[in-house]
């Protein structure tokens, strides 16, 4: 049934807002957090949320009384800004959690940081031997030019060990073979750590090879709401409609009509149903590729061109109940075996036990990685849950009969894809959307840019003072290390916005590998 616009005084579903509110398009961490902010101000705020909860990639799902994450959620920040609305939100309801983790290669767990009798027990003599044999001839013959992510950890770790723990697992998550990657991503995604570094590491974990810092990758204990990431959200939802604030879920925005410099309403989709709300200003989290296709008018064709460019990585969870009352210690096992597609395992009960409706059961979420609409993406939900159960058999995790059932969530765009020209494409983007004087991008899709819950809310909070006067560059709040010396924000913002306090934000970042041209990757 095709939709219908019709006015505002005559829609009761959307009981608009009398007042001229901010529209905030996104109800995950990066626009509640910005629609909290705007409450905070005293000024009127709608949010809409296409899907049913909020959270988006961030929300917790219940099925049948079990809690699961769509992809593990650590809170861990260096910002103290945002620390501080987490513990708010949630007080003693936020627990303090011990990482432990694993590594899965060839019916072998290896624990994860590298514990010395672990991975030596686990290796053997003969391995041992020729993962240090394999390291000392890379010493002596690297590999050049290092150009490439597997160049760039085989002359770092040997060809060994760079096929047991990097390359499988790495292929999985992005769907690009290694060599075509860039060796940016590794030399910031794994900086600090080396084959050198992770042994001094399993005798002195305090310390790393250098003396006194500690290593990115290895944090050892983080942070998690008792009953799931989803009750942070939802912590925030509340906050802000007791504020009087209003977080509309099943809406979704249509078309953004605007007179070039301003936007001036957003449409509202609803039960086959369309209003257009007059707004103020707007702070938006949609995919960038979306948000260009939905102004009216249209874009620049050029702009219009870099928006189809920008692609996403996808991601699917297969959440299984297990009547056991206990399986394994760790948070979750990585994957680095091509004998099962599933490239992580998350134990949700050792998240938090509250995610189990009984202590005498278990639930596991297996993260598969796609493209929308490729074999996994497409496959029915039956044959995903049987597929999870043959490969837990596979792993010698389970007992294929002590699976009682399970469920299927799809995350589509859960991951932004750096591959070649998404940078130029980004650039014209953004060059566009700068004259557009109260509209504000902010969080993982909507700047295009893979980052943790911290750096979503931080931009958010940026957003909404930029909004009221303050001038902050928020394509600059990043996790690029080339940003650290040269960042200048003005605006008196100094617990939040310093370079030190950036700084700190963008080495607990995740980064994603950018492919290489065809003229640069090499078989």
Not at 82 to 100: K, Y
Not at 167 to 179: A, D, F, L, N, Q
Request: proline share 6%.
């Amino acid at each position: 049934m095709p939709s219908r616009t019709i006015p505002a005084s005559h829609m009761d579903i959307f009981s608009p807002t009398p007042d001229v509110p901010v529209i905030v398009i996104g109800a995950g961490p990066a626009g509640l957090t910005a629609a909290y902010e705007l409450t905070q101000r005293s000024w009127p705020v709608l949010v809409l949320e296409a899907d049913r909860q909020v959270g988006g990639i961030a929300r917790t799902v219940e099925h049948r009384g079990f809690r699961f994450d769509i992809g593990g959620h650590r809170f861990f920040t260096k910002i103290e800004i945002v620390s501080r609305l987490w513990r708010s939100m949630l007080g003693e309801d936020f627990l303090t959690r011990p990482r432990v983790s694993r590594i899965y290669y060839h019916g072998r767990f290896f624990d994860y940081p590298l514990r010395p009798l672990n991975a030596f027990r686990n290796l053997g003599i003969i391995t041992s031997t020729r993962v240090l044999l394999s390291y000392l001839w890379i010493k002596l013959f690297p590999v050049a030019p290092e150009d490439s992510f597997e160049a760039w950890v085989t002359n770092r770790f040997g060809r060994r060990l760079y096929e047991m723990f990097f390359r499988t697992y790495t292929e999985k998550v992005w769907g690009i073979p290694c060599h075509e990657i860039g060796a940016e991503w590794a030399a910031q995604r794994i900086r600090g750590l080396s084959l050198r570094t992770a042994i001094v590491n399993m005798f002195f974990p305090e310390r790393n090879a250098r003396g006194g810092t500690r290593i990115k990758t290895l944090t050892n204990q983080f942070e998690y709401p008792r009953l799931g990431p989803g009750m942070m959200w939802e912590a925030f939802r509340e906050r802000i409609e007791r504020a009087g604030g209003r977080v509309q879920l099943s809406h979704r925005a249509g078309r953004i009509r605007h007179d070039g410099t301003r936007v001036q309403a957003v449409e509202i989709e609803s039960d086959g149903l369309r209003i257009e709300q007059p707004t103020a200003r707007v702070v938006s989290t949609m995919p960038l590729r979306e948000l260009i296709e939905a102004l009216t008018p249209a874009p620049p064709q050029e702009v219009v061109e870099a928006a189809k460019r920008l692609r996403y990585r996808d991601f699917l969870t297969v959440a299984v109940t297990i009547d056991r009352a206990h399986l394994f210690e760790d948070n979750w096992i990585y994957v680095h075996d091509d004998s099962v597609r599933v490239g992580r395992i998350q134990n949700f009960k050792n998240w938090s036990p509250d995610m189990v409706p009984s202590p005498t059961k278990t639930c596991l979420g297996l993260e598969y990685f796609c493209f929308e609409g490729d074999d996994l993406w497409s496959m029915e939900d039956d044959a995903l849950i049987e597929l999870a159960r043959r490969e837990l058999t596979i792993l010698g995790l389970v007992e294929a009969d002590a699976i009682s059932g399970g469920t299927v969530v799809r995350m589509p765009k859960a991951y932004p894809v750096y591959d070649e020209g998404f940078s130029s494409a980004l650039e014209i983007i953004r060059s566009y959307l700068t004259r557009f004087e109260n509209l504000q991008t902010i969080g993982r899709n909507g700047m295009h840019r893979y980052n943790n819950q911290d750096h979503s809310m931080l931009t958010a909070i940026l957003a909404v003072r930029n909004l009221f006067g303050e001038r902050h560059d928020l394509w600059g709040v990043n996790a690029d290390e080339e940003y650290h010396e040269e960042v200048h924000i003005p605006g008196g913002t100094p617990e939040i916005a310093s370079p030190q306090g950036l700084s700190d934000l963008a080495s607990t970042q995740p980064l994603v590998p950018r492919r290489l041209p065809p003229d640069r990757s090499h078989q």
